[in-house]
């Protein structure tokens, strides 16, 4: 059974203003959310403790440094049993290239997210982490063209008086 958090207006708008700029300086964040500065420090506290708030991390532009390519794969093993999707899991981990990598629904098992400079990096890639696996029994490509939206925001609604959320595990 998962536990709740409870979120009130003003950890909303802390979460929102965080989610734009983390490196505010917690002074300007009180003021802007009509708090002591202590208070916002605490409120911030809690929700790192809790969970709701899992990292502080600059975004960088991979394509400013050159990652040129993204490859976004479908991915279907042969083997679906609870300990070589672990593996799999593991694998996909540890490799630096792969932004993100879900369990999904469908026809196949995973989708896979990754970066890479070009199309020869992302060749290596593919014969080393993909074909190189010995449990992937087919898996397709896809190149976008063009990004129309990135966002790793969650918008919090600041005008119901509080809202539950589920705790992570």
């Known amino acids: ?12 708008k802390i979460l929102n203003i965080l989610q734009k700029d983390n490196q505010i300086a917690t002074r300007v964040l009180a003021e802007k959310v009509h708090i002591s500065q202590p208070t916002c420090l605490r409120r911030i506290r809690d929700m790192r403790q809790a969970g709701i708030i899992s990292a502080d991390v600059s975004m960088v532009d991979p394509f400013s440094l050159g990652y040129g390519m993204l490859a976004f794969l479908e991915v279907s093993l ?8 672990f593996e799999f899991e593991q694998r996909m981990a540890k490799e630096e290239q792969v932004m993100q990598c879900y369990f999904v629904s469908g026809e196949y098992d995973y989708f896979v997210v990754v970066h890479v400079i070009d199309m020869d990096a992302y060749y290596q890639f593919v014969r080393k982490v993909i074909s190189g696996s010995g449990n992937v029994k087919h898996f397709h490509s896809r190149f976008p063209m063009k990004c129309a939206k990135f966002s790793a925001r969650i918008g919090f609604d600041e005008k119901p008086a509080e ?6 595990k």
């Open 1 to 12: 059974m998962s536990k709740q958090h409870v979120l009130d207006k003003v950890d909303r």
């Open 78 to 85: 042969s083997n679906q049993s609870e300990e070589s999707m």
């Open 163 to 168: 809202v539950a959320v589920r705790k992570p």
